[in-house]
């Protein structure tokens, strides 16, 4: 096992106007699982396939251990990848494909052997090992593939989407899974998803990029309370955090005719002659008892049994521009619901509001 690090780590591919990784510094600690997350072209599979070997590192530097990796080919790394589409030879049987890379090492029979039936213990494949991979599911399929990569015994695992092929009650059982197995093998791992509710549950922490850049890295509770600024706000979370633009006003920042109390200690952070973006969480709005709060027109009501999600359009304040859904998204508890084209008023807790400054994006409460 090692350290992993991203020293000014970055990307330009040929022809390109922008870096797809742009001067990545990252340290990920021995034994720890590490998800990189982000949308479609944040850069987050160019930074592991750096690590990887499989992308030229055209500024910077990429360590594993005390040695630096920047330039060895991938074989010389101790590394084991996991793909997206398991990457399994079809003629070969599963205890072939798991001990395939051991014995190109040269590694004895015998201990191949026994190293292969130990991994397929972990992962409850022993009655498969004589079966080609067309006649397992997609799920035994992704064990197969990580079993391949655990019999190597690496210094560190990489996986590359590993669960975005399997169906969605398949994804969140094997997530349990991996999980539980990085948390026995104790080995060091790099995972990438765009999925971030993979990425919450999974991670020790979790490193948030957006166009090459790297947002914030913190415990997954940590962003989801403390986002850094509007886009890990906007990305974390599902529902997502609703942002609206705000005025400053005596009081506090105004929404519509909702004066949200914000301190003015908070507000002097503010960058002057700017406005405030205000970041209120699905679940901490709740159904006004007055006519105080936050006029929405509700649009959808989703009920899922305990609680339901009400999606509503604000009547007079104007929602930030970083709010991608266009709507206002508020868990209810309530056993009486609201209905389809009602008006209602949702209010929240001053403590629950995140307060952003408009101009640069970044948290000042």
Same mark, same amino acid.
Do not use: C
């Given at each position: 096992?090692?350290?992993?690090?991203?020293?000014?780590?970055?990307?330009?591919?040929?022809?390109?106007?922008?870096?797809?990784?742009?001067?990545?510094?990252?340290?990920?600690?021995?034994?720890?699982?590490?998800?990189?997350?982000?949308?479609?072209?944040?850069?987050?599979?160019?930074?592991?396939?750096?690590?990887?070997?499989?992308?030229?590192?055209?500024?910077?530097?990429?360590?594993?251990?005390?040695?630096?990796?920047?330039?060895?080919?991938?074989?010389?790394?101790?590394?084991?990848?996991?793909?997206?589409?398991?990457?399994?030879?079809?003629?070969?049987?599963?205890?072939?494909?798991?001990?395939?890379?051991?014995?190109?090492?040269?590694?004895?029979?015998?201990?191949?052997?026994?190293?292969?039936?130990?991994?397929?213990?972990?992962?409850?494949?022993?009655?498969?090992?004589?079966?080609?991979?067309?006649?397992?599911?997609?799920?035994?399929?992704?064990?197969?593939?990580?079993?391949?990569?655990?019999?190597?015994?690496?210094?560190?695992?990489?996986?590359?989407?590993?669960?975005?092929?399997?169906?969605?009650?398949?994804?969140?059982?094997?997530?349990?899974?991996?999980?539980?197995?990085?948390?026995?093998?104790?080995?060091? #791992? *790099?995972?990438?998803?765009?999925?971030?509710?993979?990425?919450?549950?999974? =991670? $020790? !922490? +979790?490193?948030?990029? %957006?166009?090459?850049?790297?947002?914030?890295?913190?415990?997954?509770?940590?962003?989801?309370?403390?986002?850094?600024?509007?886009?890990?706000?906007?990305?974390?979370?599902?529902?997502?955090?609703?942002?609206?633009?705000?005025?400053?006003?005596?009081?506090?920042?105004?929404?519509?005719?909702?004066?949200?109390?914000?301190?003015?200690?908070?507000?002097?952070?503010?960058?002057?002659?700017?406005?405030?973006?205000?970041?209120?969480?699905?679940?901490?709005?709740?159904?006004?008892?007055?006519?105080?709060?936050?006029?929405?027109?509700?649009?959808?009501?989703?009920?899922?049994?305990?609680?339901?999600?009400?999606?509503?359009?604000?009547?007079?304040?104007?929602?930030?521009?970083?709010?991608?859904?266009? #709507? *206002?998204?508020?868990?209810?508890?309530?056993?009486?619901?609201?209905?389809? =084209? $009602? !008006? +209602?008023?949702?209010? %929240?807790?001053?403590?629950?509001?995140?307060?952003?400054?408009?101009?640069?994006?970044?948290?000042?409460?």
């Amino acid at each position: 096992m090692a350290t992993v690090s991203y020293r000014e780590a970055t990307r330009v591919y040929p022809g390109a106007e922008h870096p797809a990784v742009d001067r990545l510094n990252l340290e990920i600690g021995d034994g720890e699982f590490m998800v990189l997350v982000g949308p479609s072209g944040s850069g987050k599979s160019t930074a592991l396939r750096m690590l990887a070997g499989l992308e030229e590192v055209t500024g910077g530097s990429v360590w594993i251990g005390d040695r630096e990796v920047t330039n060895l080919p991938p074989k010389d790394r101790d590394i084991a990848m996991v793909f997206q589409n398991y990457a399994l030879y079809p003629h070969m049987t599963v205890a072939d494909n798991m001990g395939f890379a051991l014995k190109m090492q040269n590694v004895p029979n015998e201990e191949r052997k026994a190293r292969v039936l130990a991994a397929a213990k972990q992962l409850g494949l022993e009655e498969y090992l004589q079966r080609k991979p067309k006649a397992l599911s997609g799920g035994q399929r992704q064990r197969v593939a990580m079993g391949r990569a655990i019999v190597r015994q690496p210094q560190v695992f990489l996986m590359d989407e590993p669960l975005s092929n399997l169906d969605a009650k398949l994804r969140v059982s094997t997530r349990t899974q991996i999980a539980s197995l990085q948390t026995r093998l104790g080995v060091t #791992t *790099v995972y990438v998803t765009h999925d971030q509710v993979e990425a919450m549950t999974l =991670g $020790d !922490r +979790v490193a948030v990029l %957006a166009d090459g850049i790297l947002q914030q890295v913190d415990s997954p509770i940590a962003l989801y309370d403390t986002p850094r600024n509007l886009f890990v706000a906007g990305f974390i979370g599902s529902p997502a955090m609703n942002l609206f633009s705000g005025r400053i006003v005596d009081g506090g920042v105004a929404l519509g005719d909702w004066v949200v109390p914000v301190s003015r200690e908070i507000l002097d952070r503010a960058d002057p002659g700017a406005g405030v973006t205000l970041g209120i969480r699905p679940e901490a709005l709740s159904l006004s008892p007055d006519d105080r709060g936050l006029e929405v027109a509700i649009e959808v009501v989703e009920e899922l049994g305990a609680d339901s999600y009400l999606y509503a359009t604000p009547v007079s304040a104007t929602l930030s521009s970083h709010q991608e859904s266009g #709507t *206002v998204a508020a868990r209810i508890l309530a056993r009486h619901r609201p209905q389809r =084209g $009602d !008006r +209602v008023r949702l209010t %929240a807790s001053p403590a629950d509001v995140h307060v952003f400054d408009e101009r640069t994006g970044l948290r000042i409460s």
